[in-house]
């Protein structure tokens, strides 16, 4: 599986950007997606995760009601809508997908997004 992540960008604080993360090749196989996030000088992190078998969502305790994942069918792609965002929230997000359980095999290349205050 091949993933591609776009939509980051520079916002201000409280401000919104919607990450995509495009999946192709052998999709059938993924069992869920998720978004993750390296800030300066910090170890990456969980952000987000939806199951492509029951549809359940999962999030970080730091972004819970303030992000939102989804997926759209048709186009293979997951969405990370993130709203309020935060200085903090500064990063780079990358997209990752599993086909077992708890794993996660294939990663997209990274999506920067700075928020300033």
């Known amino acids: 599986v091949q993933l591609q992540a776009s939509g980051g960008g520079l916002v201000q604080a409280g401000g919104s950007l919607r990450l995509s993360c495009a999946a192709s090749?052998?999709?059938?196989?993924?069992?869920?997606m998720g978004w993750f996030r390296q800030g300066p000088g910090k170890e990456r992190e969980f952000v987000a995760a939806?199951?492509?078998?029951?549809?359940?969502?999962e999030y970080a305790d730091s972004v819970k009601g303030r992000f939102t994942i989804s997926r759209d069918n048709a186009k293979n792609t997951v969405y990370l809508q993130m709203n309020s965002l935060e200085v903090e929230d500064s990063a780079v997000y990358y997209c990752a997908c599993g086909t077992r359980a708890n794993e996660y095999e294939s990663w997209g290349q990274g999506t920067l997004v700075t928020v300033s205050s």
């Open positions: 939806h199951s492509w078998i029951d549809s359940s969502t």
């Open positions: 090749g052998r999709t059938f196989s993924i069992q869920h």
